[in-house]
């Protein structure tokens, strides 16, 4: 996959975070993740290559754009595909609290997991823990593991997990294991990101959150050197049998970071609030500035870019 792709993506996440921006704060979910959704959209559109959407909002019937299945870009060039989120944190974007982002992951064609958007229980890791997860392990073990592999007592462990009723007994379990627990509201790609940033004090990422998140997450993982499975959680029967039309045989397996996202990744993602990863977007006079992030995983390199924008040269924002 050719590196200038790099740079051509990050102006789709800039254009989709510049766009959701608009409405932080504003109390509008739906109407920050269609401005994302359009912006993001019609960049990609103008990009020389032959994509697919792999993991997107949704399926067809449920996500008029960047639907799963959906063909973008001019139809030309090499064949990729893509797994996104316009506006990942669409509630954190419209209560104008941190850590919103607009990602894309783009691979060769056919190297992501092909799955109905259900949900996916997920353990994520950093690279100093890499090897020591195991989603058929209990919680408590599972962070024994990584307290050994990360030379750290149960204590010093902060485990981020997403706020909801259904991890009750999980929090229950991880504090009386004696570990920190961060909760977060949404925002679960970030929070598996920061587990990979020392600076962060993030440690491991647990919990069930949806299943396309969890594909764009191990692929930002993948570029990082950090440790991703995932299990997806099907919500009824319908899911299972349109599951395996996909090519998911085993609805119970586990799939680990080299199945969710395989072969040569980059991954591309824009504040659209600030937050431990990025910064959000600032408005200025006539422009704004963006902070974002493009990793690749064939050298694994790591770019953080700060762009400035001036609105009178970019007619459409």
């Known amino acids: 996959m050719d590196r200038n792709f790099a740079m051509e993506f990050v102006r789709v996440t800039e254009m989709a975070a510049l766009a959701a921006a608009r409405f932080m704060g504003r109390g509008d979910e739906k109407q920050a993740d269609q401005a994302a959704v359009d ?13 697919k959407v792999v993991i997107g909002e949704g399926e067809r019937d449920e ?12 139809g030309q060039g090499p064949r990729l595909d893509l797994a996104l989120d316009p506006l990942e944190g669409t509630t954190i974007c419209a209560r104008g609290g941190p850590n919103s982002i607009a990602v894309i992951a783009i691979a060769e064609e056919g190297k992501f997991l092909h799955a109905p958007d259900t949900y996916m229980e997920k353990i994520a890791v950093g690279g100093d823990a890499r090897g020591a997860i195991d989603l058929d392990s209990t919680p408590t073990q599972n962070l024994r593991e990584i307290a050994r592999a990360k030379k750290k007592r149960l204590e010093d462990l902060t485990v981020i997990i997403l706020d909801r009723p259904r991890h009750a007994e999980l929090i229950e379990e991880v504090r009386r294991a004696g570990c920190r627990i961060w909760l977060i509201g949404d925002g679960d790609v970030s929070a598996a990101i920061a587990t990979c940033k020392p600076e ?13 998140e969890g594909v764009i997450a191990a692929a930002a993982l993948r570029c990082v050197g950090g440790d ?28 680990r970071i080299n ?14 609030t600030t937050g431990t990863f990025l910064d959000g977007v600032r408005f200025t006079g006539g422009g704004a500035l963006t902070h974002s992030v493009v990793m690749r995983s064939e050298s694994g390199t790591i770019r953080h870019i700060e762009a400035e924008h001036h609105f009178d040269l970019k007619p459409r924002f």
């Open 228 to 255: 991703f499975q995932g299990r997806l959680k099907w919500r009824n029967q319908t899911e299972i049998d349109r599951a395996k039309t996909m090519g998911v045989a085993d609805p119970n397996r586990i799939f």
């Open 63 to 74: 996500a008029p754009m960047l639907y799963i299945g959906e063909k973008v870009g001019t």
């Open 259 to 272: 199945e969710l996202a395989s072969g040569n990744v980059m991954f591309c993602a824009t504040g659209v």
């Open 39 to 51: 912006a993001m959209r019609r960049m990609m559109n103008s990009i020389q290559f032959d994509g």
């Open 200 to 212: 962060s004090g993030v440690d491991v990422l647990m919990g069930t959150g949806g299943a396309p």
